[in-house]
């Protein structure tokens, strides 16, 4: 069972107060505590810079896929593309972050996307592009992404001590979903005034940030067993650790199974906001909706190493669980423009409390020697997942309705509760 974590409220001034005053102490497993790091304030920075200009690109090629063909089957073979790399070749990023210098890695898969990038920033100049050579350079931006994500797991944890892992870990999820509010709405705007290929190129110029970042740190290097197994089996080493670890194997099963069932919603906002609500995709009001999506997210990640920071975990997870159901269901039903947008504010909240803390319990139970291989399967679980229920979601709701997917989700999601039971009841740690 989790320790209790010490109350604290963080405000704007705090988080300023621990950008500037590095050795002021606070309290352990915290926001604060953990941006008191310098090292990890400047890869969190730069990887902050980074992702928004990623969802800048996410959230602008599903509105573009949908204007350019009006088809919810384009939009989800571009989310195809985009995240299936993660559920089949994770485990091969992960591999190679437990092996080689996770920092170098994470440069070389930069450099190569923000080729990719401005790739698709050229295609996408000519009023006709190829539908096929859009798909193939989102599908290379992916493999890339399916390397990067689980070496990025992987070190940022590094950065800071274990008693302040909580914070971190909270941090990197507001890192993600901060990105979601800022990069939608600069996105929408840059599309809607300038055309969609400067979006494209705004994305490659961003992933500078994080390349600059790395190169002014040092990080703290992997230390290979000997003993451990090789080739294929090593591989394959994150399976091992979810099959004798009884909560890690838990939280990687929920967050398959919710991403798989439940967030079909995410990669489908283009179609849920045109076909239940009336909003234009190509519009800045579709920017501001998918932004207010990421606020609650944002929110909802950082009250994991705030105001819930002691409450215990593996609650907080069911909760999650409940409310999402709740307010999804909630979201399927609404026609209301105006009260669409605190209904998906809750969603969002519901839905990135809920990963943060699963996330969170994940981590505090790994050993760095198997982190990666081990966080590839969380990638897995978390993106790569979302591809498969995206890509099936696409036909269905061309064949029924959006509303009707939601809704599975939301009942989904409601059957998860009983089944995330993550306590310790006695299995020994991940921790070889």
Known sequence: MSEPRPDTHLTIEDTEDALLEGDRPFAPGTARAALSYPVFRRVFGGALLSNIGSWMQNVVL?????????????????????????????????????????????????????????????????????QWLLLFFVLAMGIGQAVYAPAYSSV????????????????????????????????????????VSWVF??????????????????????????????????????????????????????????SLFSLAFVVQMPTLAERNLGIDPAHATYGLFYATFGTGAVVGALSIGTFLSQRPLERVVRVGL???????????????????????????????????????????RLDNRVRGRVMALWVMA???TVAIGGLIAGPLIDATSVTAVLLLGAAVAAVLIPFADLYDHGSPAAAT
Not at 103 to 115: D, F, N, R, Y
Not at 212 to 232: D, K, M, R, S, Y
């Open 201 to 258: 190129v705004g994305n490659a110029v961003s992933y500078l940030f994080i390349i600059g970042a790395l190169l002014t740190v040092v990080v703290p290097a992997v230390i290979p067993n000997p003993l451990e197994p090789q080739g294929l089996r090593r591989v394959l080493g994150g399976f091992s650790v979810a099959r004798h670890d009884r909560v890690v194997g838990r939280c990687l099963t929920v967050m398959t199974l919710f």
């Open 62 to 130: 599903g509105a573009y896929g949908y204007s350019l063909t009006h088809s919810a089957t384009f939009v989800s073979l571009l989310s195809f593309a985009q995240l299936v790399p993660l559920m089949l070749l994770s485990v091969v990023g992960g591999a190679l972050a437990d092996r080689f210098d996770r920092k170098w890695l994470i440069i070389l898969v930069s450099i190569e996307q923000t080729a990719f990038a401005l790739g698709i920033a050229w295609i996408t100049r000519s009023p006709s592009p190829s």
């Open 382 to 384: 978390f993106g790569g």
């Open 156 to 195: 940022m944890p590094e950065l800071v001590e274990d008693r302040d892992l909580v914070g971190a870990v909270a941090l990197n999820s507001v890192n993600m979903n901060l990105s979601r509010v800022v990069g939608p709405a600069i996105g929408s705007l840059i599309y809607a005034r300038f055309g």
């Open 322 to 364: 409940g409310g999402f159901a709740v307010f999804l269901a909630g979201l399927a039903l609404v026609r209301s423009v105006p009260l669409a947008f605190p209904v998906v504010f809750a969603v969002g909240f519901f839905y990135f409390a809920t990963v943060t803390s699963l996330s969170t319990v994940l981590q505090q």
